[in-house]
């Protein structure tokens, strides 16, 4: 598994190219792209493509070629292969008919946009490209909100606006966000500053290139009485609110996140508490 360039053509470590060159066939998310690649290097390794819509029958074709003692290399689009692309589905496949894997370290936009966000990193959440609508979109933004952790995710330019509204609904007038945009390459581009603040800029600057937002982590959240948490909730039950209401309320109230809230109101209401 090699990790490719992000942007600049530099970031290739001396090790990920001569595997490319070494390996009897390299499988590529696009082998056009991967092509300009290896043209830059000089390369004539031959390739097969692995993509999302492939990979499941690709799967049984890279196994066949391993078991005759050929050596692979999985390259995706750019960056690490299986950060947010294909390829996981392969991995476990090679691991389980007992074959090596051998990950070639190198570029990553989850790192570069995670080091470069001026954010605490010790410790971080990577959640890849934000679900566009529905409850896993809310599920993910709460997610993000709640953490005590800085929060990575990949954004389309055209998305990135409406993304920052609405994370400026849930992360209060303190937590920070950058935005790291075309990292690596020309034009490499850092902003930050809280969400509001972006949802601003970028909407009379709008973004282009790809684009990655760090988001800060929040306060540890302080320990709180289970039996105090049911008690308020049972309370507001008996008042006659709905169970989303006093969801809502409990969350806002007694520090609980908002998952664990609606959890425990609908173990009251299963229960007939």
């Known amino acids: 598994m090699v990790a490719t360039p992000i942007g600049n053509l530099e970031d290739l470590t001396r090790r990920g190219e001569r595997v490319l060159g070494e390996v009897s066939r390299i499988a590529a998310e ?8 290896l043209h830059h290097l000089g390369l004539h390794t031959p390739m097969i493509s692995l993509h999302a819509h492939n990979e499941a029958r690709r799967v049984e074709t890279v196994l066949e070629m391993l078991d005759l003692g050929e050596d692979v290399a999985l390259v995706s689009d750019a960056g690490t292969p299986l950060v947010s692309d294909p390829g996981a589905r392969l991995v476990a496949a090679v691991v389980e008919r007992g074959h ?39 599920s993910t933004l709460e997610r993000i909100s709640e953490s005590s952790e800085a929060c990575v995710v990949f954004e389309s330019p055209e998305r990135l606006v409406p993304l920052l509204e609405d994370l400026s609904g849930r992360l209060g007038a303190s937590r920070r966000v950058s935005i790291g945009r075309e990292l690596t390459k020309v034009h490499e581009e850092f902003r930050r500053g809280t969400a509001t603040e972006l949802a601003a800029y970028y909407t009379t600057h709008p973004a282009r290139g790809e684009v990655s937002v760090v988001v800060e982590g929040g306060p540890e959240a302080e320990a709180v009485d289970p039996e105090a948490v049911r008690a308020r909730a049972r309370a507001l039950l008996d008042e006659g609110l709905a169970p989303s209401q006093v969801a809502k309320e409990v969350a806002r109230s007694m520090g609980v996140a908002r998952n664990r809230a609606y959890d425990m109101v609908h173990e009251l209401k299963g229960g007939g508490e």
Do not use: E, N
């Open 30 to 37: 696009d082998t056009r792209r991967t092509g300009l690649l």
């Open 100 to 138: 090596t894997v051998v990950p070639i370290p190198g570029a990553s936009a989850v790192l570069a946009s995670l080091v470069g966000s001026g954010l605490p990193c010790d410790r971080f959440l990577f959640l890849g490209f934000i679900p566009r609508k529905g409850r896993a979109r809310d």
